[in-house]
């Protein structure tokens, strides 16, 4: 069993829509959460940042974290084809230090 | 956000030869620079650890005689992939953060695309 589990996708839908990302993972020693979105061929970009359980929004996006579940989401509001892209989950139980992946979600948004 | 910068972007090399990627912090210091390989349509696995000054710390399966890091300065690291094989063929992604706390966020370069012939 992998520690961080995230369904690939595909995962297609139409502009304006709302999107809803989620990971789970079996590490209970996780206190920190991100999700990164990743252009094809470019290195990942930080979108989220959290820390143990709760909600975070920034814009059109909103991380929330179960710890109790080990279950953590992204959803994306208003989504536009810009949005179009692999998103990764990443978890440690300390900062930076040694981030574990999911397999990350290929999403695509459909003028 | 902080800018990591990572070059090349796309090396091609005959097989048995050495390659070296750097990772460089534009504007911040880097305390610590992670190195990571993505294999297509998988995870970001990580290889490595390097502190400024120190050894790096190679995650269990990781040759770190094939995979040599230098992390010489706040700024710069670089991986060497040395007596290259086409297994190594890979994308290369290196990260940095400003600290080590536990808010400490890391920044992911651009990654380099490795094909081995």
């Known amino acids: 069993q992998k520690e961080v589990e995230q369904d690939p996708g595909p995962l297609s839908v139409p502009e304006g829509a709302i999107v809803s990302l989620n990971c789970t993972y079996s590490?209970?020693?996780?206190?920190?959460f991100m999700w990164y979105r990743q252009y094809s061929r470019k290195g990942p970009e930080l979108l989220m940042y959290?820390?143990?359980?709760g909600n975070k929004e920034d814009g059109r996006f909103t991380a929330q974290v179960d710890k109790s579940s080990k279950y953590i989401s992204l959803f994306i509001r208003d989504s536009q084809p810009s949005d179009s892209a692999t998103y990764l989950c990443?978890?440690?139980?300390?900062?930076?230090?040694?981030?574990?992946f999911g397999q990350g979600t290929r999403l695509t948004i459909n003028p | 956000g902080a800018v990591v910068s990572q070059h090349p972007s796309r090396v091609i090399c005959k097989s048995g030869t050495s390659v070296k990627i750097e990772c460089r912090s534009l504007?911040?210091?880097?305390?610590?620079m992670f190195w990571y390989r993505q294999f297509p349509k998988q995870s970001l696995m990580l290889m490595a650890t390097?502190?400024?000054?120190?050894?790096?710390?190679?995650e269990q399966g990781v040759e770190k005689d094939k995979f040599l890091i230098n992390h010489a300065s706040l700024t710069l690291s670089t991986l060497t992939v040395t007596s290259a094989h086409p297994e190594d063929s890979s994308f290369y992604i290196c990260?940095?953060?400003?600290?080590?706390?536990?808010?400490?966020?890391?920044?992911f370069g651009q990654g380099t695309r490795l094909t081995v012939v």
């Open positions: 990260s940095a953060s400003h600290g080590t706390g536990g808010n400490t966020e890391a920044f």
């Open positions: 590490n209970s020693a996780f206190q920190y």
């Open positions: 959290t820390y143990s359980s």
């Open positions: 990443a978890m440690s139980w300390y900062g930076a230090q040694k981030l574990v």
């Open positions: 504007d911040f210091q880097a305390t610590t």
């Open positions: 390097s502190n400024e000054g120190s050894k790096a710390t190679y």
